[in-house]
């Protein structure tokens, strides 16, 4: 058996006139939105970046670019759908992921189990094994500032 880890990281900048973000496959209310192609789910994306790095199958921008008409607005839960079956085609499991989401509003705490219940679902693993972590910038940087939202994922797979 093999082990091998991964590690994602992606922002997105945030913008008024919204009413939601994504986040690890949950909606939470917000009074502004993510600037993306996709539905900007930053978790989700980094989560996606973890994984394929850990498989060795390459990065979130050669499986799904942003140039593909197809991919606009596309859930991203779709897309780490597709994911977790490009690894299990390859013989790799995920053991566990865990993810550190930054941004300074809203509080995310009430949303984490079902960020956590809706990624676990996906790749067909225990919730246990799935760590959503909330993290302010403490007002600096451009998370702090309310500018932008990013996250880091790790994730370790094994491969039978
Ligand atoms: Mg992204």
Request: charge should be negative; include cysteine.
């Amino acid at each position: 058996m093999t082990i091998r880890v991964g590690i994602g990281y992606d922002l997105h900048r945030l913008e008024g006139g919204g009413d939601h973000l994504m986040l690890g496959g949950v909606r939470v209310p917000f009074d502004g939105g993510a600037v993306a192609h996709s539905d900007g789910d930053v978790v989700i994306h980094a989560l996606i970046d973890a994984m394929l790095g850990a498989a060795g199958l390459g990065n979130i921008g050669q499986r799904f670019p942003d140039s593909d008409p197809n991919l606009r607005g596309v859930d991203s839960m779709a897309l780490l759908e597709r994911t977790i079956r490009l690894l299990h085609s390859s013989g790799f499991t995920v053991v566990n992921a865990d993810m550190v989401v930054v941004l300074e509003r809203p509080r995310l705490a009430p949303h984490l189990d079902a960020m956590r219940q809706r990624i676990a679902e996906c790749l067909k693993i225990e919730r246990h094994r799935v760590s959503v972590k909330p993290k302010t910038n403490e007002g600096v940087g451009p998370e702090g500032r309310g500018e932008a939202v990013s996250a880091q994922a790790v994730v370790l797979v094994q491969q039978q």
